[in-house]
């Protein structure tokens, strides 16, 4: 890999932003697309395809017989507050290849004891999320009940593309919610964004049941995404 190529490449990994380096193995000329590109590429379908798969592969082209190989960041799961939910919701995330991060200033709950081998960060929302740097391959939890904590957050990655954000409460709590964050200045499209109350509709009831419908929604939501890019990037 040339350096040009690889510099590139480096700077699209380091943003968190999915690329796709393009070889022809017959004269081994290469080229870097950035995701944001695809859709402008002579090869859109193909490298749409293999974006969304997240898998590299050999194909047959226009331009001949190329390798596509494959660089998506990492999906991350980021979670504000370190509750019982929280502390069954983590090892699903991470047993599904998440990054998991903690969120929660309150350090008596916010503990490696409670919380072994998942990254935390006890800070406020405002101090602790920018660092995270919270983009569309984030899924976003919200679970405090304190808005001291959540609002902040949910105003965080409202401002972010998130491809999952979803907030605990009632019904009655979340238009309490909205209320506030209308207050704020967050716009209808926005509020309509946040999955509350969270989860798939099962009937949890338990904190770990509670956890297992948060990461089915959002594994729905993510495959909604995924099967939705190839249309996105080849209407760009």
Known sequence: MKL??????????AARRAAVVVTNVENGAQRVVKAADIGKDTLRAVLADHLRTGKSGMEETAEGKVFLTV????PQLVITGAVHISQALAPIGKLLNYDV????????????????????????PDVALPPLNVDRYTAFVALTHDPKIDDPALLHAL???CFYIGALG???THARRVERLKEQGVSDANVARIHAPIGLDIGAVSPAEIAVAIMAQITERLREEVDAEPA???AS
């Open 232 to 234: 996105i990037k080849a």
């Open 159 to 161: 401002s972010r593309d």
């Open 4 to 13: 040009n190529i690889l510099t590139a490449l480096n700077a699209e990994r």
């Open 170 to 172: 009632s019904r009655k």
């Open 101 to 124: 991060t903690i969120v929660d200033p309150r350090t008596a709950f916010a503990s490696p004891e409670r919380f072994p081998d998942v990254k935390i960060v006890a800070e406020w």
């Open 71 to 74: 660089y998506v960041p990492p």
